[in-house]
């Protein structure tokens, strides 16, 4: 329930119940009267004195000051007209009665205030619980979220339902102006909605903005305006701040919504930091990551660019410009060189090109089923070109093994792995590239294990890192390109691709790619055909 | 005709560049070199010169290269090399579904384009259709139906011998699966169906008793087609 109606609606109740209370006290003193009289108390002066504290000290507990007062009087008033001689008569023989009755009084006022402020620390700690039952709700739900944005719309909401009016946090956009985020429609009261979006509320929360400090109804500054706004202020700066619409009410309720709406804003500030800081340690990171990149790939680039062109170039002029002076031996050498170079360098563009493709979202998987023993064929012809010192093994399953990829990036991969396995191993090593298909899993795995110098354990997961070469082969040309894109295509295919060690010494990557396509694997259904 | 020698190609790229390095080396071996830098003049120098064969770059700026292909093909089945960039696949099949004889991927070694040029050449210059393919040691008679494989009779489905037809007698040059499952399915195919052309390959490579790591006929060209290869000369 809003506890701003839950309070108007318990003093609403508390004036019907204090007049009931008086009604109450009467019909019991009147009853207890009749009760003493009946069973004829009446000599017992004393004790009828100490019975007549009872209603006393009863509407002290249940009812407060006033009914307790009132049923002191009326006791006294019964007391003295039934029981004090001369009885049915006010009026008092002995006048050493009076002092009993000012005594009497005396004592059930005192018992009475004691009572009563016992049951106002009881109300005052009931009305704290609920409060702070509120505002552990709203920290609660708060710490939850990440989101500027659904935080602003939270927090808004969270504060109108506590109050039951409508609310709206202000928040610089860093241009100096104030981006409002209203409380849905307000439900309990039907108000317009987007309270806090016109120009006089904004302004007014700038000013708060500005100021530090709180305004509004209620408060020192610009009390006549219907709102009541707070900073939102954590130790070093105001992020921000709060207002609810106020309506008109008591000055005393005015100050509780104050404390509750100034606890709110503490709680909210305190988020909305949160989630800022989180985000700047997010940004910096993110940061420093791409200065990273950016700083390895202009290292890599400029020197993979520049020891192609260096070899090109300098083979080139020099067969322009000193024509007689090589040998036709010379001249083929210095030849190749320039081939070799524009390979190389043809290499890289085709890496860049490929991490740019994956880094920008712009690779388009051109899915079908592809037979991973042709995609392997075709890549062994590809690298047989420049490997000619290698004997490559391929074990292949019995069955065609097919999965549903794009047939040209998978080559990409293997090209990638094959190449690797070459370049890092010894001529006349042996290469072996093993396919099996687990058909509970519907896993395929396509093994590429070298005799070559293997990959320490601490670097097996970061060479797939861009950029990075490890140590131990900063000799070998590369621009920690390669398997970066391998393990993009790869991951876009829903498969993994790890390096392991080879049992037998060196490296073996292992890819892993589904075979199944939408829950089903390859139709392979033969037309029953008959051979002629 | 005068065969492959003597061949007069003409060229359609932007790039002065790989003019210049197409003129000097293709005349060196021997081809009648004609140039052009735009699509628009390429049209028109097509019917001018009465090429052999065209060498055209896809990646034209003004009128684009398929736009020529086009052009080109209303009203001649001249042999059409184009030249396209790696990684557009897509780009590669449309030219040669829209009636592109071959492609080369830049970068090139002159080899491979010289290789290409040959069998372009080669397929125009064939008039009589010869009743016996014959490729070193697999002789595919084409008039009795019948596939010999070192002196031994290799027993085909009738879709293995339709499609290895269709390969064998377009040796040299790429098939795309479209065209592939068109001449072999007619009519009754699918684009989705690429993937029986795979299992028929495979079988067909089996009978042929082809490496499967190495083959010597049917070669796969990724994300495009097949190419029956030609034996080393």
């Known amino acids: ?532 | 005709m005068n065969g492959p020698l003597g061949a007069r190609i003409l060229v359609i790229d932007d790039e002065p560049q790989i003019r210049k390095l197409l003129k000097v080396t293709l005349q060196a071996h021997q081809f009648e070199l004609h140039e052009c830098g735009d699509g628009e003049e390429g049209v028109i120098q097509a019917s001018i010169v009465h090429p052999d064969l065209i060498i055209l770059d896809l990646g034209l700026p003004g009128m684009s290269g398929m736009e020529v292909l086009r052009r080109i093909r209303e009203w001649s089945q001249v042999p059409i090399i184009v030249l396209t960039a790696k990684d557009q696949e897509g780009d590669k099949i449309a030219a040669l579904d829209a009636g592109a004889d071959d492609y080369v991927t830049k970068p090139f070694g002159m080899g491979e384009l010289v290789a290409r040029i040959r069998v372009a050449l080669r397929h125009v210059a064939k008039t009589t259709d010869e009743p016996i393919l014959r490729f070193g040691s697999l002789t595919i008679d084409l008039a009795q139906r019948q596939v010999e494989l070192e002196g031994a009779l290799v027993k085909l489905t009738p879709t293995e011998y339709e499609m290895l037809k269709v390969l064998a007698s377009n040796a040299g040059k790429i098939i795309t699966q479209r065209q592939l499952l068109q001449q072999v399915w007619g009519g009754h195919h699918h684009e989705s169906d690429s993937h029986y052309l795979r299992v028929y390959v495979g079988h067909l490579r089996k009978k042929l008793n082809e490496d499967p790591t190495n083959p010597r006929y049917i070669q796969t060209e990724p994300g495009i087609g097949y190419r029956f290869l030609l034996p080393a000369e």
């Open chain 1, 1 to 532: 329930m809003i506890l701003s109606e839950r309070i108007k609606k318990e003093t609403q109740a508390s004036h019907r119940k204090r007049v009931s209370a008086y009604v109450w006290v009467t019909l019991g003193v009147i009853l207890l009267t009749l009760l003493l009289h009946a069973i004829g108390m009446s000599g017992d002066l004393v004790n009828v004195a100490l019975v007549y504290l009872f209603p006393v000290l009863v509407s002290a507990v249940y009812w407060g000051m006033g009914p307790a007062i009132y049923a002191a009087s009326f006791s006294v008033i019964m007391f003295d007209f039934f029981f004090v001689p001369p009885y049915l008569s006010f009026t008092v023989e002995d006048l050493r009665y009076l002092i009993s009755f000012v005594v009497y009084l005396a004592v059930a006022i005192l018992t009475a205030s004691l009572a009563g402020r016992l049951r106002q620390q009881l109300e005052m700690v009931k009305a704290r619980e609920a409060t702070t039952n509120s505002l552990y709700a709203l920290s609660r739900q708060m710490t939850a979220i990440t989101d500027l944005n659904t935080l602003l719309v939270n927090i808004a909401t969270q504060v109108s339902l506590t109050l039951g009016k409508p609310a709206a946090v202000y928040l610089p956009d860093g241009q100096g102006d104030l981006l409002v985020t209203s409380s849905p429609a307000s439900t309990s009261e039907g108000e317009k909605d987007g309270w806090g979006d016109g120009e006089s509320e904004i302004a007014i929360a700038k000013w708060v903005y500005h100021h530090g400090q709180i305004a509004g109804k209620g408060s020192s500054t610009l009390r006549e305006s219907p709102g009541l706004y707070v900073p939102l202020r954590t130790e070093e700066q105001i992020h921000g701040v709060l207002a609810v619409s106020m309506n008109a009410g008591e000055v005393h309720e005015q100050q509780e919504q104050i404390r509750l709406l100034e606890a709110c804003g503490g709680l909210a500030a305190g988020a909305i930091a949160r989630v800022k800081l989180a985000e700047e340690a997010r940004l910096a990171q993110i940061t420093a990551e791409s200065e990273r990149i950016r700083t390895a790939l202009l290292d890599s680039v400029s020197h993979e660019l520049r020891t192609p062109l260096t070899a090109i170039i300098g083979s080139a002029t020099g067969l322009l410009e000193n024509d007689t002076l090589f040998t036709s031996e010379d001249r083929r050498e210095l030849t190749g060189n320039i081939r070799d170079g524009a390979l190389r360098m043809n290499r890289l563009v085709t890496n860049l090109l490929g991490m740019v493709r994956l880094e920008s979202g712009m690779l388009q998987l051109n899915r079908k089923w592809c037979d991973v023993g042709d995609i392997i064929s075709v890549v062994l012809t590809q690298v047989r070109e420049f490997s000619p010192h290698r004997n490559i093994q391929v074990e292949l399953p019995d069955e065609p093994a097919f999965i549903y990829g794009d047939e040209v990036l998978m080559e990409q991969v293997l090209v990638n792995i094959v190449s690797n396995a070459i370049k890092y191993s010894p001529d006349e090593s042996l290469i072996v590239i093993t396919v099996t298909s687990d058909k509970s899993s519907s896993q395929l795995t396509i093994r590429v294990a070298d005799q070559g110098i293997g990959i320490p354990e601490a670097e097996r997961i970061r060479i797939f890192d861009k950029f990075y070469r490890s140590e131990s082969t900063q000799h070998v040309t590369g621009t920690g390109l390669g398997l970066a894109i391998c393990k993009g295509i790869v991951e876009v295919h829903g498969g993994t691709i790890v390096a392991e060690a080879n049992p037998g010494g060196g490296t073996r990557m292992r890819i892993n790619i589904p075979m199944e396509a939408h829950g089903s694997r390859f139709p392979y259904s033969e037309q029953g055909e008959v051979e002629d």
